[in-house]
């Protein structure tokens, strides 16, 4: 069973920085395309970034050009840089595999306010 647990958030001023990491307990790790998803209250949950097994990373428009998502194959983990957080960005941030979604794990809340 494959779980999901990430961390890194917290509480951040307006044009700060935050890097999420996601541990995926799994020997299949590098041949997922990973995601990273957030929900804000009364949301649904959207797809914020994608990178594939081979690496090629796309971006929801509302974070391209102030995130960036990264895989460490060794240690089965996919981070998301954030940088110049808008209090727009607050969330809870999940990563799951994408096309083959596995339980969520319990995220990690940003919260961006002045």
């Known amino acids: 069973q494959v779980q999901l647990v990430e961390s890194g958030g917290g509480l951040v001023q307006p044009g700060g920085s935050l890097r999420l990491s996601c541990v995926v307990s799994?020997?299949?790790?590098?041949?997922?395309?990973m995601g990273w998803y957030r929900q804000a209250p009364g949301k649904q949950r959207e797809l914020v970034a994608f990178i594939a097994r081979s690496r090629s990373t796309t971006y929801d428009d509302p974070v391209k050009g102030r995130f960036t998502i990264s895989r460490d194959n060794a240690k089965n983990t996919v981070y998301l840089q954030m940088n110049s957080l808008k209090p727009e960005d607050t969330a809870v941030y999940y990563c799951n595999v994408v096309g083959a979604t596995k339980a969520w794990g319990q995220g990690t809340q940003v919260i961006v306010s002045s």
């Open positions: 799994t020997r299949s790790f590098a041949m997922f395309d």
